[in-house]
T-cell receptor, first 116, second 112 residues
């Protein structure tokens, strides 16, 4: 149980275009999901907290108009990278917050974005 | 300002020996600490965790030790196996329901 999927797993796009990444909790409902970004040989950096039915909370330094987050249902959050630039190329990982006393986070497999 | 630090970027160990991965933190309000294993281009895989009210948690070959006074935790893997070779991330949580804060990771290489 507690499986989180991401789609696509790998995407290449041209500069200036937008790309959408989906994060789904497959066998549980998640009112809260998190989006992280990892550059090569770096840590996972939190970008934003996504709450179902409300606006996302962005970390300092993350442009909310560039990284659009929509958490429209209890099992789906989407991250749209708008007007992508090569420096947006990174590995994007989502996690979904489970219920219960420990509030465990379940991570998706990640999405590799390459902007050419 | 890095709240979770893994100061050793890499560690090499022989098969069968003990691997010790270290992690330091600065925020005394963290209530939960976790270790994840990660391969390139994959999401992190949960290994083991420890609550701030405990000083040790064991699960099979993996043991995590927490020293709150030193703000230090360590992951022990005994015996180490070649399949353990991966990047290990230490993570901490400020309170239930909040995002995890990750260290930069330590690359473990276990040679046979």
């Amino acid at each position: 149980g507690a499986v989180v999927s991401q789609h696509p797993s790998w995407v290449i796009c041209k500069s200036g275009t937008s790309v959408k990444i989906e994060c789904r909790s497959l066998d549980f409902q998640a009112t809260t999901m998190f989006w992280y970004r990892q550059f090569p040989k770096q840590s996972l950096m939190l970008m934003a907290t996504s709450n179902e039915g409300s606006k996302a909370t962005y970390e300092q330094g993350v442009e909310k108009d560039k990284f659009l987050i929509n958490h429209a249902s209890l099992t789906l959050s989407t991250l749209t990278v708008t007007s992508a630039h090569p420096e947006d190329s990174s590995f994007y990982i989502c996690s979904a917050l489970g219920g219960g006393a420990t509030y465990e986070q379940y991570f998706g497999p990640g999405t590799r974005l390459t902007v050419t | 300002d890095q709240q979770v630090k893994q100061n050793s970027p890499s560690l090499s160990v022989q098969e069968g020996r003990i691997s010790i991965l270290n992690c330091d933190y600065t925020n005394s309000m963290f209530d939960y600490f976790l270790w994840y294993k990660k391969y390139p281009a994959e999401g992190p895989t949960f290994l083991i965790s420890i609550s701030s009210i405990k000083d040790k948690n064991e699960d099979g070959r993996f043991t995590v030790f927490l020293n709150k006074s030193a703000k230090h935790l360590s992951l022990h893997i005994v015996p180490s196996q070649p399949g353990d070779s991966a990047v290990y991330f230490c993570a901490a949580r400020g309170q239930a329901g909040t995002a995890l804060i990750f260290g930069k990771g330590t690359t473990l290489s276990v040679s046979s």
